[in-house]
């Protein structure tokens, strides 16, 4: 069993920054897979960036690649988004979540643990 708790949400002004993290509870954090999904009102929940048990493969979406950056740090159970240059069409809750494998994946389907959400609002 895998608990998230993210946290670094808030109002920020267009081109602003915020740095999410994701903190995780329980013993095989290190070799899970981590991602962020996000999901703004009225739509859908979309992809947002994945990284690997070792952070060797990290995926973005397209609507995201070069402004946001995942890392994370396995000696502090701890996943995060970097994310600059942010823009009012990436206001949304942002979701973190787990699976139960080493590899990256962009789909929500194959992600078995969720946080509760941060929320990001992105002013113009």
């Known amino acids: 069993q895998v608990k998230l708790v993210e946290s670094g949400g808030g109002l920020v002004q267009a081109g602003g920054s915020l740095r999410l993290s994701c903190a995780a509870s329980?013993?095989?954090?290190?070799?899970?897979?981590m991602a962020w999904f996000r999901q703004a009102p009225g739509k859908e929940r979309e992809f947002v960036s994945a990284?690997?048990?070792?952070?060797?493969?990290?995926f973005y979406a397209d609507a995201v690649k070069g402004r946001f950056t995942v890392s994370r740090d396995n000696a502090k159970n701890t996943v995060y988004l970097q994310m600059n240059s942010l823009k009012p069409e990436d206001t949304a809750v942002y979701y973190c979540?787990?699976?139960?494998?080493?590899?990256?994946?962009?789909?929500?389907?194959?992600?078995?643990?969720w946080g509760q959400g941060t929320q990001v609002t992105v002013s113009s």
């Open positions: 329980g013993r095989t954090f290190s070799t899970n897979a």
């Open positions: 979540a787990a699976r139960p494998s080493m590899l990256a994946a962009i789909s929500h389907a194959q992600y078995a643990y």
């Open positions: 990284i690997s048990w070792n952070g060797g493969n990290i």
